[in-house]
């Protein structure tokens, strides 16, 4: 019996990768028949399109093509890695090579020559009812005509849609609709952002867990980081109120516990909300974020993934904080705070240290459900309007507040 043995090949790039191809409406009994051709993307810099493969095979009768992108490549290529063996049969040596597979479907020949710009593309469903309709069997025509049978027209269902629109536009009015649909989207915006919340708890610190802020594998990542929070001198601590920008942490470094979990706590608390207030004074975030403050790597991934967004600029992927996500930032502080605070959070100090305006501050702790109130900074008699900061507190039940919308002035005829 021969025997052979295997060879690794070198590391390859895309473009040499093996190919599998697979053919959708059945098995091509000449394969030698068929020409292969392989397109690959012009754009090189995109990272996401410069691995795009277009694979087209051609025969006398039929052209097949495939593709390793859009919705209808194969999800395999990218759960699993294919190799191929390659057996010289000189050397007996096996060589093996890396593969992606792509999935043939046919095309018709003038297919999208013949169409005209005003024609509506049909789906691969309803190709494939046009071709039980013209070449089905009996059974399948049958089918076919049932499921039409059971169908709205696109058509009739458009006219009462349009109907019944019309109808509670001449009941309602059109600006009272409008006024509904903005309170709506606001909501619903302020929503996507918000903590996760569990509105049915019995005690206040279970609405907006802190676990689900801060999970006990973050707490045992930030022990050394908050530790160093601790040990900073009172002079440290005023530094860092005169620079600005970490008010609310000040705040609470200065009246931390005198020991025990309780202290830990805070200090993990503390720097995690340092974290989340340096990285709302910023727009574009780079990988470093968080590293010479001492940031975990665990945590300072957490708060990459949760409050950037991805965006394409110069040929590379970055990572910046969007208006969206800074309204984000500004919930999920205001939800620490509130477990620092004992369910109290000072919305004026959290506006100093955001670069929001004190009106979102307040629009945030309002979809939050919050109890909004007026204290004196000091306790002095005499304290200004100015001294004044707004507090939020977390009492239930929770608050409903009515969503302000802008007023609009009606032009009076003369």
């Known amino acids: 019996m021969a025997t052979c043995s295997l060879v690794c090949c070198e590391q390859q790039s895309d473009s040499d990768k093996a190919v599998i191809v697979r053919f959708s409406n059945g098995i091509v009994q000449k394969a030698d028949k068929l020409d292969f051709f392989m397109y690959r993307s012009v754009d090189e810099v995109n990272p996401r399109k410069k691995p795009r493969r277009i694979m087209v095979a051609e025969s006398a009768r039929m052209s097949y093509v495939g593709q390793n992108f859009g919705l209808s490549s194969l999800k395999c290529n990218h759960l699993c890695k294919y190799y191929v063996g390659v057996l010289n049969k000189q050397t007996m040596q096996m060589e093996v090579h890396s593969a992606q597979m792509f999935n043939m ?158 202290r830990d706590k805070m200090a993990g608390c503390a720097f995690y909300l340092s974290m989340l207030i340096k990285l709302s004074q910023q727009k574009n975030i780079t990988r470093k974020f968080g590293l010479e403050e001492g940031c975990p790597r665990i945590v300072q991934t957490k708060i990459i993934r949760t409050f950037t967004v991805e965006t394409f600029n110069n040929g590379r992927v970055q990572n910046m904080v969007s208006t969206s996500m800074r309204t984000k930032l500004t919930a999920y502080c205001l939800a620490l705070l509130l477990h620092m605070g004992h369910m109290t959070a000072d919305l004026t100090l959290l506006h100093r240290d955001l670069p929001i305006s004190e009106a979102s501050v307040v629009e945030v702790a309002r979809s939050m459900g919050l109890t909004l109130e007026k204290k004196p900074r000091g306790r002095k008699s005499g304290a200004s309007l100015q001294d004044e900061h707004k507090h939020a507190s977390l009492v239930l039940p929770l608050v409903r507040h009515k969503q302000l919308l802008p007023n609009r002035k009606r032009k009076k005829m003369s």
């Not at 024609?119 to 059974?139: P, Q, R």
């Not at 996760?196 to 973050?218: I, K, M, R």
């Not at 022990?223 to 609470?252: C, F, R, W, Y």
């Open 105 to 262: 479907q046919p095309v018709v020949p003038g297919e999208t020559a013949t169409a005209k710009p005003n024609d509506t593309v049909l789906t691969h469903k309803e190709k494939v009812d046009s071709l039980i309709e013209a070449f089905g069997t009996n059974k399948q025509k049958r089918a076919l005509s049932s499921r039409r049978l059971n169908q709205v027209g696109n058509e009739t269902l458009n006219q009462a849609v349009a109907k019944a629109a019309n109808s509670v536009i001449d009941e309602k009015g059109l600006e009272a609709l409008q006024q509904e649909v903005a309170q709506t989207e606001s909501l619903a915006d302020f929503a996507l952002h918000l903590p996760p919340c569990n509105a049915d708890a019995d005690t206040p610190e279970n609405v907006y867990p802190l676990d689900e802020l801060l999970s006990p594998v973050d707490f045992k990542a930030l022990e050394q980081a908050g530790s160093k929070m601790t040990e900073l001198s009172p002079e440290e601590l005023q530094t860092m109120k005169d620079s600005g920008g970490l008010g609310s942490v000040v705040k609470h470094l200065e009246t931390m516990p005198s020991g025990g979990e309780a």
